[in-house]
């Protein structure tokens, strides 16, 4: 596999389970090696004598929020603080818990914690020394719509402050809320792009009419003037849109053979559809 | 080398959340400090018979009395003094050594199981830097407990027995074996621990393993003492004190390459 994250740019990895997303993640994390090629952070190639410098500029969320269950909130975010050699450490905690909304719950243990507070905590904990790179796996997985949203809004601001984010998910609706680019794996790199460029590529762009009366009998006017991707269904044709076939052509043509138009909307393919045909093509 | 101090004030934070996990090695604390004053006091108390009317202890009497510090004591003083300077070795390694490595292979197994590593991995901390916590944090309250034990042992021994044989306790190859070989000898049983908790998913095998592996050359030591085979002198302690500090860093430097960062990611499950 091969490819970029750049600053103020939200990637999503895409895969089933067992398709290399967290190992991808631990490779760009600087926790494990690539067998062969490599990672490069900064023009920097992370090797295992560079991966503890590098690893300063990296905010890692783990699929589990692996906290100490016997230790406070602060005193868990405070050894990461000191890890990170944070000159203020406890300065540095006081403003994570105020920004993850927990500073109520700094002196309850780890332990006593619901998972979407333990979730929150261990966020606080990847971007404690402010990293220039996050690496979320799975950041939702498990949470209630209040906290995935909360954690979908602090992606999004980890973007708008210009950092890169590479973000392991399953949860397509997030990809499509969020990301930038997606990039999905089964167990080699399938696609990366744009997910409405992963959409052009695989379904091309389709506009649907929906006509006061059924479509039928337009068709073959449409055939006859060069649209032969078309779909007709009830009162409803579904037309394949290139450098040839514009919106405007297609009304067009429509309105000069008698047809009565309700609406007229680009059809947009959901990243399911996007998502199940790339892994069908990588079969 | 700065991020070791913050990983040993967690686990020490962590084992007084959970002191239960130190409960065998206290048991083993006290039964190492009890043992010798049922033989040197109470079974000679209830027995009502004094040690130096028994012909067995004649020559070792005799051997311990000629070290200068021990001219001023009973014959019943003398035997009293060597089975309590003798028992020290007992003492100080079990205590430290099983104190220490429950808490160790806790510690690495415990954060396996409870899946604390892999965000730990995540930070700048280097696998050297990670160990070192790792035995320092579990040798601390090993030797704390070796300390505490220590302290009783000579006071109960300034109470039950004869006059002065409690300041045979305190004398530079007591205290050399107190202070310096038992910090070291619980290093290399962590170290141990450590190697062998990096390996197995069982922090009991990893005790056991580790405990097998130390505690039967101390058991041997006190044996041999016992029977005469041995005098630990002031020189045998500093050459097994050299010969502590050489294993044990061989020993970090092979728990450093056991400790596999990508398997401990990838197979922990």
Known sequence: MSFELVPGEIVALLGPNGAGKTTTLRMLGGLIHPTSGSVLLDRQTVTPATASRLRASIGFLTETPGLWERLTVRQNLTVYARLHGLASASLAVDRMLDLFGIADRARDFAGELSKGLKQRVALARTLLHDPSIVLLDEPTAGLDPQSAHDVRELVRRLRDERRAVLLSTHNLDEVDRVADRVAVLRTRLVAVDTPAALRRRLFGRRVRVELARDAASHVSVLRASGINDVVVDGAVISVGLNEHVTIAGLVRRLIESGAAINTVIPEERSLEDVYLRLLEEAE | ?269
């Not at chain 2, 409960?23 to 009890?34: D, E, R, S, W």
């Not at chain 2, 109470?42 to 510090?69: H, K, M, N, W």
């Not at chain 2, 014959?75 to 490595?101: C, D, K, R």
Request: glycine content about 6%; charged content about 15%.
């Open chain 2, 1 to 269: 080398m700065k991020r070791i101090p913050p990983l040993v004030a967690k686990e020490l934070t962590e084992l007084r959340r959970s002191p239960s996990i130190f409960l065998p090695a206290v048991l083993t604390g006290a039964a190492a400090i009890v043992y010798p004053f049922i033989i040197a006091i109470i079974v000679p108390y209830f027995a009502g018979e004094r040690l130096s009317d028994s012909s067995d202890f004649a020559l070792a009497t005799e051997l311990f009395r000629s070290q200068p510090e021990a001219r001023g004591l009973t014959p019943e003083g003398a035997i009293q003094a060597y089975i309590f300077e003798y028992a020290l070795v007992l003492m100080v390694g079990l205590t430290t050594v099983t104190g220490s490595m429950a808490v160790a292979a806790h510690s690495v197994i415990g954060e396996k199981q409870a899946r604390t590593l892999e965000p730990l991995l995540a930070t700048p901390v280097t696998t050297f830097e990670l160990l070192s916590a790792k035995v320092f944090g579990a040798a601390l309250p090993g030797i704390a407990l070796m300390v505490a034990c220590f302290t009783i042992y000579v006071a109960a021994v300034a109470t039950f027995a004869e006059p002065g044989v409690w300041l045979m306790m305190l004398t530079p190859r007591s205290l050399a074996l107190v202070f310096v070989m038992g910090p070291l000898a619980a290093l290399l049983g962590l170290q141990l621990a450590v190697c062998t908790s990096s390996r197995v998913n069982d922090a009991r095998s990893a005790q056991q393993l580790g405990a097998l592996i130390i505690v039967l050359p101390i058991a041997a030591l006190q044996i041999a003492q016992f029977i005469g085979g041995v005098v630990l002198t002031a020189g045998m302690i500093l050459a097994l004190a050299v010969l502590l500090c050489a294993g044990n860093a061989i020993l970090m430097s092979i728990a450093i390459r056991l400790f596999d960062r990508e398997s401990i990611l990838t197979r922990w499950k």
